[in-house]
């Protein structure tokens, strides 16, 4: 991959109010905020930040009806078409129906939960961009243990170095400085 | 909201440790050498397990003659150690599913290790059902519909054993999924902490670059919701669908419409007590006593008593129904369960599930780690027993009294059942030394260490009652959102 790597000023917090609250003030003065990186999901700062809700419900939904669709073709299917050009292996047990849908419900309802949950898994790595031997693109110390940290772009709109640096002191910062993307 | 410094609930950390002490305690095993007695606990696994690998070794070999099944009873301890071994791993999906939707904040200690034992458990369950087919390396196979050349034939989507195999695999593959996905966040801090160069290399793999990123966080987290909403009704589905084995066949004492929820309770019940065994002993060796506190425990001894109530009220539903049924088979089943030949496993499974959760209701036994720990083994015993009573009393007496006989399990049983138990501990050893036991960041979410505002606001708000004024933004809006 041939992306520019970028810098971004950083600020430091030793607490999750500090953050929630840094982060209302920067994007409240406008300042044009990369990402925050915290060692657990820090509930509210998703607000602070402005984010919008995720759309993985979406994929989850898509995944559990491909389930359910691919598993009534496969039962009706397999048990119940016999036609010359397609055609399963409809079998007499017991003297059933062919097509007895409520005992196709335990299978359809298990591919359902599988693929749902196979798809949102797989959408959470899409969305994120996660994949084995990824490397980290901005790497800040501690983020994983016990920091909380905010990524300000100074390229973006609305930049203005005094007042970031002024807000994030502010606010607790123990560290404010300029960090580069590695990868 | 994890953040609320409740007045009544103590807290769920002890010790008020740093963000990062969280850490250093839980990764401390993963980084030091074992010790001695993590050393003989594995030794001693792991022989068990060989053993019973050769045990399934000589059977595969010599075929399923060598099991003590007879043609009256077709199924013995093979299909007993699969449902016993599939009920263990509900709890699992239970804490960190179920109690996830609840939110209920103490599962966060406790929900790694205890999904850790759901896959090791299922895998020992799955065990079962493949070489009770004799031939499995054919079996394992034929059971999923898969375009082949004998047809191609199709598996028959009507009968139970088949849903059976949907439910565990499907079970299996989510519990794994979602173990993995809760699993990210804290390897990329064992990653960040990595002394050695090969350890950074493969918690960097594992770890699939998760950088903390909060915009990660947000998909991060409806992720982990949507799988523990799928989760939840998929391990009812599971023991509801294994119960079916037996209530939609035709024999007295399996032929009822109690079974799914029996079975549920029952494997709720029989997981806690295995979660409580294997914490108890890990919290203790690993040095962890104050992330699993003694509240983890007694709050798993709750839900021992309250499931130990509701098998033991199956039970009597059971008899009510036999009776109150007329059908002369079904009061014959269960007479001869208190009174017949296995009247001793019977009365086994009542006392270990029934009266001796009893003691639970006293705080002073709930709170006494010896007494836990004893009672949490006299449950899986029970729990065992009773999966034993169910199959093979209802078919040791059938509807041809030529035909009666009784069941004497070999050694070949008898080691196989001892190495899934090799298998389950190996398999928990080897995991409580290379991932953390503990998902470090739900811990940190709920300790207090990094939550000094809160503090601060809340001793006002409670003393002037609810004041909403007191209650900042992230507060309000937190206590709709989910948090792990």
């Given amino acids: 991959m041939s992306r520019e790597l970028k810098t971004f000023l950083v600020g430091v917090f030793e607490e999750e109010d500090q953050i929630i609250a840094a982060t209302r003030a920067v994007v409240g003065a406008g300042l044009p905020v990369h990402d925050c990186f915290t060692p657990y999901a820090v509930h509210g700062l998703d607000h602070a930040q402005k984010l919008p809700r995720s759309k993985l419900t979406y994929v989850c939904f898509g995944g559990g009806l491909l389930g359910f669709l691919t598993a009534i073709t496969l039962q009706v299917y397999t048990q119940g078409i016999e036609t010359p050009l397609l055609s399963g292996w409809p079998l007499i047990i017991g003297g059933k129906p062919f097509i007895p849908l409520p005992a196709f419900v335990p299978v359809t309802f298990e591919l359902t939960v599988l ?53 994030l002191t502010d606010h607790g910062a123990i560290e404010v400085a300029y960090v580069g993307e590695t990868a | 909201m994890s953040s609320h410094t409740s007045h009544l609930r103590e807290p769920l950390v002890v010790g008020n440790p740093t963000l990062a002490q969280i850490s250093d305690d839980v990764c401390a095993p993963m980084e030091r050498k074992p010790s001695g007695l993590w050393w003989a606990a594995f030794s001693v696994a792991f022989t068990v397990m060989i053993i019973g690998l050769s045990a399934i070794g000589y059977e595969f070999y010599t075929g399923i003659g060598v099991w003590g099944l007879n043609k009256t009873i077709g199924w013995g301890f093979d299909i007993t150690n699969f449902v016993f071994w599939v009920g263990i791993g509900h709890a699992g999906t239970l804490i960190s599913a ?68 949907f439910a565990i695999s499907t079970y299996f593959t989510i519990s794994a999924v979602f173990w993995f996905i809760g699993l990210i966040p804290d390897l990329a801090t064992v990653r960040d902490r990595a002394g050695t160069r090969i350890r950074k290399k493969i918690y960097g793999i594992l770890s699939l670059g998760w950088s903390g990123s909060n915009r990660h966080w947000v998909h991060y987290e409806t992720v982990y919701m949507l799988l523990a909403g799928l989760a939840t009704p998929l391990v009812l589905s599971v023991h509801t669908i294994v119960s079916m084995d ?63 109530m509701m098998v033991g009220l199956a039970y009597a539903t059971e008899f009510l129904i036999a009776w109150y049924s007329g059908s002369n088979y079904e009061g014959f089943t269960f007479i001869n369960r208190a009174k017949g030949p296995y009247a001793w496993a019977y009365w086994t499974m009542v006392s270990c599930n029934v009266l001796s959760p009893q003691v639970f209701w006293f705080k002073k036994m709930r709170t006494s ?8 083994l006299v449950v899986n015993v029970g729990m065992w027993f009773e999966r034993f009573v169910i199959i093979v009393t209802s078919l040791h007496r059938d509807y041809l009294p030529s035909s009666w006989a009784m069941y004497s399990p070999t050694w070949v049983e008898y080691t196989t ?47 002037s009652g609810l004041d909403p004024e007191a209650m900042t933004d992230d507060e309000a809006d937190g206590a709709l959102e989910v948090s792990p």
């Fill in chain 2, 246 to 308: 037996f209530a939609t066949s035709i024999m007295p004492g399996w032929h009822t419409t109690i079974f799914p929820p029996y079975f549920v309770a029952g494997a709720i019940f029989s997981g806690f007590a295995m979660v409580l065994t294997l914490l108890i002993i890990t919290r203790k060796v690993l040095n962890i006593e104050h992330l699993i506190t003694i509240n983890h425990l007694e709050n798993m001894c709750k839900v021992i008593v309250a499931t130990g």
């Fill in chain 1, 115 to 167: 693929f749902g949950g196979l798809i949102s898994a797989a959408g959470l790595l899409a969305f994120c961009r996660l994949y084995p031997g990824k490397k980290v693109p901005l790497h800040i110390d501690g983020v994983t243990n016990d920091r909380f940290a905010i990524a300000l772009d100074p390229q973006g709109q609305g930049w203005n170095e005094a007042r970031a640096r002024k807000l």
């Fill in chain 2, 417 to 463: 059942l001892l190495g899934t138990f090799g298998i389950f501990f190996t398999a928990f050893l080897v995991f409580t030394r290379v991932l953390p036991v503990i998902a470090i960041g739900e811990v940190k979410s709920v300790s207090q260490f990094a939550k000094k505002g809160h503090a601060k606001v809340h001793p006002s708000a409670s003393a």
């Fill in chain 2, 369 to 376: 780690v010896p007494v836990i720990f004893v009672m949490s």
């Fill in chain 2, 98 to 165: 179920i109690l996830f939707l609840f939110r209920q904040k103490w599962r966060t200690s406790i929900n790694r290790s205890a999904e850790a034992m759901t896959l090791f458990a299922v895998i020992c369950a799955a065990i079962f059902p493949l070489i009770h087919m004799g031939r499995p390396w054919f079996g394992m196979l034929w059971v999923f519909p898969y375009p082949n050349l004998r047809g191609p034939l199709w598996v028959n989507f009507r009968s139970p054993l088949l849903w059976d195999v």
